[in-house]
C-alpha cells in the first residue's frame, strides 16, 4: 500500500485539479495520510496568481522538505500554477523537489511518477496552458459530499494590467454544456445539494464557443436536468453581467440570490490603469439594476487599494461609493507589483505604509456596512444548509444561508435543533455580527 499526502493550496479551481489527480493516485492504489511523515508522496498543489500565494507555496514545500529529510525515499512532488509561472526557474531554487509538474502535466501525474521512477526527467515547459478538462477526468471530492464545485471554463481573456492568469492559464476554454450537465448529475449522484459555478469570469462562458452556449443556457439546463436545490455563481465581470441572467435568477429559487462580482476599484483611472472594461457609472447602474430585479441578492465584491497611480480623490470615491452600494462582502487587498504584469510597469506607485491606510480605511467602513446588511436578517427565517460541528466549539452546529458561500464568507453557528450535515433547514436568525449569523432551527409546528 502506497500513502499519498496532499497539500491544495489556492481557489476554488485549483482545488477541483487536486481532487482529479487525488482520483487518479487512488486509482494506482495510493491512500491519502494525514501526516506527512507517513507519506510515501507528499503532493503539494501551488497557486502562483499573486506574490504572497507564491510565498505561502514556498513555504509550505520547505516545511515538507524537512520533514522529507527524515525519510529520504519519499517523494516530494509540487505542480499547479507556481510551477506553470517559473517553470525551470523553480528546479534551481527549490533542488529539495523531487518533480515539478506543469498544469498540462498534471492530468498525466502517474504517467510522470513512473517515468521519474525510471530515471526518465520532464522537461518543464512555461507559459501558457491549454488543458482543459472534461467529464471523464475521474475526480474524488475533497469537500464535504453535500457541496462542491463546477469547473466551466479554463484561462481567461480579460487581460487585466496586474493579473498573471492568461500568461499561466492561457486564454478562454469554455466546456460544453452537455459536459458539464453530465458531471453535474454525477456529484447529484454522489450527495451534491450545493453546486458552485467558478471559472476565472462565468459572463464569459461560451464566447469561444458561439451563440449556442452561455451562461444563461448552461445554468437552464442544470436546472433541468439535475433536481440540485442550490446553484451558487462566483465570479462575474461586471460589464458581461446582463439582465438575461438576473432574470433567470429572479425566476429560479434553485439559483441562490448571491453574486460574486469583483469590481477592483471605483475611480474611473484607476479601473483605465487596470484595463478593466467599466466606469463608475456602469457600475452605479450595474448595482441599481441588481438591486431592482433581484432585491434578495447579497453581493459580494473584491477591491485592489494601492493600485499604481490611485490617489487620495480616488480612495475618497471608493468609499463614497461603498457607502451607496452596501454589498455585503467585500474582500479588500493591497497591490503589490507581479513580475511580468503590465501594472509592475507603471509609474506613481503607492508607498507601503500608505497603502496599508487606504487598507485599513476601507476595511472599517466595510465592517459597519456589513454589520448593516446582516442585521436585516434577524427575526427572519432562512433556510441553511447545514455543515456539521462548528469549528468554534463543539457545542455548536454550523451552516450557512442562500447569502454565504463557503470558505469565503461567514457562517451561522446554530445555538438549537437536531440536524444531519447536508440538511437545509429553517433557522430563525437570532444575532448578528459583520462576518457571522446565530440562528436556532425552526420546527414544522412552527412555520407559517
Known amino acids: 500500500m502506497k500513502h499519498l499526502h496532499l497539500v491544495s493550496l489556492g481557489c476554488p479551481k485549483n482545488l477541483v485539479d487536486s481532487e482529479i489527480m487525488l482520483a487518479l493516485l487512488e ?15 507528499v503532493l503539494v498543489n501551488t497557486c502562483g496568481f499573486i506574490q504572497p500565494a507564491v510565498e505561502e507555496a514556498v513555504d509550505e514545500i520547505l516545511r515538507l522538505a524537512a520533514v522529507k529529510e527524515e525519510r529520504p525515499a519519499q517523494l516530494l512532488v509540487v505542480t499547479g500554477c507556481m510551477v506553470q509561472r517559473y517553470g525551470a526557474e523553480l528546479a534551481r531554487e527549490l533542488p529539495e523537489v523531487d518533480l515539478f509538474l506543469g498544469v498540462d502535466d498534471f492530468p498525466l501525474i502517474v504517467e510522470h511518477l513512473r517515468a521519474h521512477e525510471q530515471g526518465r526527467p520532464l522537461a518543464l515547459a512555461s507559459g501558457p496552458s491549454s488543458y482543459i478538462m472534461d467529464a471523464t477526468v475521474p475526480r474524488t471530492i475533497s469537500t464535504p459530499l453535500f457541496r462542491s464545485y463546477l469547473k466551466i471554463t479554463e484561462g481567461c481573456d480579460n487581460h487585466c494590467s496586474y493579473c498573471m492568469i492568461p500568461s499561466i492559464r492561457g486564454p478562454l476554454r469554455s466546456r460544453g454544456v452537455n459536459d458539464l450537465v453530465a458531471e453535474a448529475m454525477r456529484l447529484e449522484e454522489l450527495g451534491v445539494r450545493e453546486l458552485t459555478l467558478i471559472a476565472q469570469d462565468l459572463t464569459a462562458y461560451g464566447d469561444d464557443l458561439g451563440e449556442e452556449a452561455s451562461l444563461v443556457t448552461l445554468l437552464q439546463a442544470l436546472l433541468k436536468e439535475t433536481s440540485i436545490p442550490w446553484f451558487r455563481l462566483l465570479y462575474l465581470y461586471p460589464s458581461s453581467l ?115 491606510v487606504r487598507y485599513q480605511r476601507v476595511m472599517e467602513l466595510q465592517a459597519k456596512i456589513s454589520l448593516q446588511r446582516q442585521q436585516r436578517l434577524v427575526g427572519r427565517v432562512e433556510e441553511v444548509l447545514v455543515e456539521g460541528l462548528s469549528r468554534e466549539s463543539d457545542l455548536l452546529l454550523e451552516g450557512r444561508t442562500r447569502f454565504q458561500a463557503p470558505d469565503i464568507d461567514g457562517c451561522v453557528y ?22 457571522d449569523l446565530v440562528g436556532e432551527v425552526v420546527s414544522a409546528a412552527e412555520l407559517p
Open 414 to 435: 446554530i445555538t438549537s435543533g437536531q440536524v444531519n450535515p447536508g440538511d437545509i433547514v429553517p433557522v430563525r436568525i437570532t444575532e448578528a455580527h459583520p462576518y
Open 27 to 41: 486509482a494506482d492504489g495510493y491512500t491519502v495520510v494525514e501526516e506527512p511523515a507517513a507519506a510515501d508522496l
Open 242 to 356: 446582463g439582465d438575461d441572467l438576473l432574470a433567470l435568477m429572479a425566476a429560479q429559487p434553485r439559483i441562490l440570490p448571491y453574486l460574486d462580482i469583483p469590481f477592483q476599484h471605483a475611480s474611473d483611472p484607476v479601473l483605465r490603469r487596470m484595463n478593466r472594461r467599466y466606469t463608475t457609472r456602469e457600475l452605479n447602474e450595474l448595482v441599481s439594476r441588481i438591486r431592482t430585479m433581484v432585491p434578495e441578492c447579497s453581493l459580494r465584491t473584491t477591491m485592489l487599494v494601492g493600485f499604481p497611480g490611485e490617489t487620495e480623490a480616488d480612495v475618497e470615491l471608493l468609499l463614497e461609493c461603498l457607502a451607496r452600494w452596501q454589498f455585503d462582502h467585500v474582500g479588500v487587498f493591497q497591490y503589490q507589483d507581479e513580475e511580468g504584469s503590465a501594472a509592475a510597469r507603471l509609474d506613481g506607485k503607492v508607498e507601503e505604509e500608505e497603502k496599508e
